[in-house]
Nanobody, 113 residues
């Protein structure tokens, strides 16, 4: 059974830092690009960052320069380091294995003023 499980969310003040982690089980992540997405209340789910099998990264405009995606294929994890957080970063953050239907259940990130 394939599972993607996010962790590391929480409540943080604006300007703060959080590190999200996605742990995969039941599948080898090294064969796939991985991504982080987020969904704020009342909004559609949107792309945040991705990392290819070779480690090439891509970011949406909003988090660019503030967020860093990384992967550890040996541990089957994909992390999202988030710095200089803003209230508009508040959302549920989801891990996704690109090109598949596999999504995690999400972790809540709340950034207060």
């Amino acid at each position: 059974q394939v599972q993607l499980v996010e962790s590391g969310g929480g409540l943080v003040q604006a300007g703060g830092t959080l590190r999200l982690s996605c742990a995969a089980s039941g599948i080898i992540i090294s064969d796939n690009a991985m991504g982080w997405y987020r969904q704020a209340p009342g909004k559609q789910r949107e792309f945040v960052a991705s990392i290819t099998q070779r480690g090439n990264t891509g970011y949406a405009d909003s988090p660019k320069g503030r967020f860093t995606i990384s992967r550890d294929n040996a541990k089957s994890t994909v992390d999202l380091q988030m710095t200089s957080l803003k209230p508009e970063d508040t959302a549920v953050y989801y891990c996704h294995m690109n090109g598949t239907t596999y999504w995690g259940r999400g972790t809540q990130v709340t950034v207060s003023e």
